[in-house]
C-alpha cells in the first residue's frame, strides 16, 4: 500500500494485491453496503489521512474507489470544517464602536474619562486587532456621540456587534470607559 499526499486535503491511496488480499477485500458495487467492507476502508482511511499529515476530524469525507486490474486506487478528499453556527442570545438593543489599534482607543478612552461623561454600562472587547466600545444600552448621551463620532467608527450591524461580543476577546467587562479611563490620568 502507498499513500501520496495530492493536496492539503487530497490523499491517495494505492491497495495492490497483496493489500487487497490481506484485508479481504473486493472492490465491486456489491460490498459497498457491507458493514465488514466498510470498517476496513475506514480504517484504511484514517491511517492514510495520519499518515499524510490530513485532519479529518469533524469533517466531511468523500472516499472513490477504482479497480485497475488487480489494485485499488482510493482517492480521499477531506472538505473544510464543518463551521457551527450560533445565535447569541436577545440581550436587548446596544450600540459598538470600532476604535481602532491602541493608541487610539486608550487616547479616546481618556478623553470620554476626562469630559466627565456619565456612561455606565459599557465593555471593552479586542476583535480581530481592533479594539471595540460596546454600549449596552441605544441611547448615548448626545456629548458622548459627538466624541466618538471623531475617533471611532460605529458599527450599527446588530450582528457586527453580536459578533465582537461572542468572539472578541473581553478587556474590561463592566464600566471599561470609568475603569480604564481612571487609569490614564
Known amino acids: 500500500m502507498t499513500v501520496n499526499r495530492l493536496s492539503e486535503n487530497t ?6 494485491t497483496k493489500d487487497m488480499h490481506n484485508l479481504s477485500l473486493d472492490i465491486n458495487d456489491d460490498n459497498s453496503g457491507d458493514e465488514a467492507f466498510r470498517k476496513t476502508i475506514t480504517k484504511i482511511m484514517k491511517y492514510a489521512c495520519a499518515k499524510a499529515g490530513v485532519d479529518i476530524c469533524n469533517r ?17 478528499t477531506v472538505h473544510e470544517k464543518i463551521r457551527r453556527s450560533f445565535r447569541k442570545k436577545s440581550t436587548g438593543e446596544c450600540v459598538c464602536y470600532s476604535l481602532g489599534g491602541s493608541g487610539n482607543f486608550l487616547d479616546t478612552l481618556e478623553r470620554i474619562y476626562r469630559q466627565n461623561i456619565c456612561c455606565n454600562k459599557n465593555s471593552a472587547y479586542l476583535y480581530n486587532d481592533n479594539y471595540y466600545i460596546v454600549f449596552d444600552y441605544p441611547n448615548i448621551p448626545k456629548k458622548l456621540k459627538v466624541l466618538l463620532s471623531e475617533y471611532a467608527e460605529k ?26 479611563g481612571r487609569h490614564l490620568v
Do not use: H
Request: net charge negative; charged share 25%; hydrophobic share 45%.
Open 11 to 16: 490523499v491517495l491511496i494505492v491497495l495492490y
Open 60 to 76: 466531511k469525507v468523500d472516499i472513490e474507489a477504482l479497480p485497475f486490474e488487480n489494485e485499488c486506487y482510493l482517492l480521499i
Open 155 to 180: 458599527s450599527v450591524d446588530k450582528i457586527e456587534s453580536a459578533r465582537v461580543k461572542e468572539n472578541g476577546r473581553v478587556i474590561c467587562a463592566d464600566n471599561a470607559i470609568y475603569q480604564i
